[in-house]
């Protein structure tokens, strides 16, 4: 368990070798996380206290009694209201787990799709108990038989709220800027590019490609070639890679470097989530 020596906010990290899957219980008062995104969907609720996050451009209040769900790749952050602050549960689903387990489920799901929520917050009372159930035989162990069979309850309870949206090269309510730039930060990620660089490669000035970016993706161009980097950092640790190792690879200037942004988007050190997530000694 991690937990920050001036608070007692507290976070309990563990991974399913078998299924893949990431479950995380915390605790936090006052602020949590800054804005970032994931690489994979969260499925959640809050045990205690009401936890907050901007996300899709509204604030969102999470109570007892309601599922959260975020897609790969939607920015929020992350505070508590009361002073008692807000303990919540997590899965971290991997998009290829999601589609092999919807398609099980749906063996007629058009190969071009992927799913999507409708709505962030999800109150549903059997889902609320499919989620803490799912959660409980992950993240404590249960017998394999009991968490396959925990984990399709969830998955069949999820479509219920699950609607399915079309894969699509490019999405045309973004603007073409904004997606050109986009494009460029992925294939350059781990490379010391500048505003100029992408404005030359956009081919519009750093001010309005600022704009137009924050605007379509709600980081400017910085924040998301950070939040790439961790991501990258993040999947290279879970298969053991040291956090040196990962921040060269994944564009950090240093081991310091990458623990700074990682201990702001995850309330955690790159040490502990890879003692947690690869079985290694931890190295901190």
């Given at each position: 368990?991690?937990t920050?020596?001036?608070?007692r906010?507290?976070?309990?990290l563990?991974h399913?070798?078998a299924?893949?899957?990431?479950?995380?219980?915390?605790?936090?008062?006052?602020?949590?996380?800054d804005?970032?995104w994931?690489?994979?969907y969260m499925?959640?609720?809050?045990?205690q206290?009401i936890?907050?996050?901007?996300?899709?451009?509204?604030l969102?209040s999470?109570t007892?009694?309601?599922?959260?769900?975020l897609?790969?790749?939607e920015?929020?952050?992350?505070h508590?209201?009361?002073p008692?602050g807000?303990?919540?549960?997590i899965l971290?689903l991997?998009?290829?787990?999601?589609?092999?387990r919807?398609?099980?489920?749906?063996?007629?799901m058009?190969?071009r799709?992927q799913p999507s929520?409708?709505?962030?917050?999800m109150?549903?009372a059997?889902?609320v108990?499919?989620v803490?159930?799912a959660?409980?035989?992950?993240h404590?162990?249960?017998?394999?038989?009991?968490r396959?069979a925990?984990?399709?309850?969830?998955f069949?309870?999820?479509?219920?709220h699950?609607?399915?949206r079309k894969?699509?090269?490019q999405?045309?309510r973004?603007?073409?800027?904004?997606?050109?730039?986009?494009?460029?930060?992925?294939?350059?990620?781990?490379?010391?590019?500048?505003?100029?660089?992408l404005?030359?490669?956009?081919g519009?000035?750093?001010?309005r490609l600022?704009?137009a970016?924050?605007a379509?993706?709600?980081?400017?161009?910085?924040a998301?070639l950070?939040?790439?980097?961790?991501?990258h950092?993040?999947?290279?640790?879970?298969?053991?890679a040291?956090?040196?190792?990962?921040?060269a690879?994944?564009?950090?200037?240093?081991q310091s470097?990458?623990g700074?942004?990682?201990?702001?988007?995850?309330g955690?050190?790159?040490?502990?989530?890879r003692?947690?997530?690869s079985n290694?000694p931890?190295?901190?």
């Amino acid at each position: 368990m991690d937990t920050a020596p001036s608070s007692r906010n507290w976070i309990d990290l563990r991974h399913d070798a078998a299924s893949g899957i990431e479950t995380l219980r915390a605790h936090f008062e006052g602020h949590a996380y800054d804005p970032h995104w994931h690489d994979y969907y969260m499925v959640g609720y809050t045990e205690q206290g009401i936890q907050q996050f901007h996300c899709r451009k509204s604030l969102v209040s999470s109570t007892p009694g309601q599922v959260f769900m975020l897609e790969p790749g939607e920015v929020h952050d992350g505070h508590a209201v009361a002073p008692d602050g807000f303990t919540y549960s997590i899965l971290c689903l991997d998009p290829r787990m999601m589609d092999t387990r919807l398609r099980a489920l749906f063996p007629e799901m058009p190969e071009r799709f992927q799913p999507s929520v409708t709505h962030t917050l999800m109150p549903d009372a059997a889902l609320v108990t499919a989620v803490t159930d799912a959660f409980r035989a992950t993240h404590d162990p249960e017998l394999r038989m009991v968490r396959e069979a925990a984990l399709d309850t969830l998955f069949d309870r999820l479509t219920t709220h699950l609607h399915w949206r079309k894969r699509i090269a490019q999405d045309p309510r973004l603007p073409v800027v904004a997606h050109r730039a986009r494009e460029f930060l992925h294939d350059h990620a781990a490379e010391d590019i500048g505003l100029d660089d992408l404005a030359r490669a956009t081919g519009v000035d750093r001010y309005r490609l600022t704009r137009a970016f924050k605007a379509a993706f709600g980081l400017a161009p910085h924040a998301y070639l950070v939040q790439l980097r961790l991501a990258h950092a993040r999947r290279l640790m879970a298969v053991g890679a040291t956090p040196a190792d990962a921040a060269a690879v994944s564009g950090f200037a240093d081991q310091s470097h990458l623990g700074r942004w990682f201990r702001r988007a995850y309330g955690m050190t790159p040490a502990h989530y890879r003692q947690r997530c690869s079985n290694v000694p931890d190295l901190r």
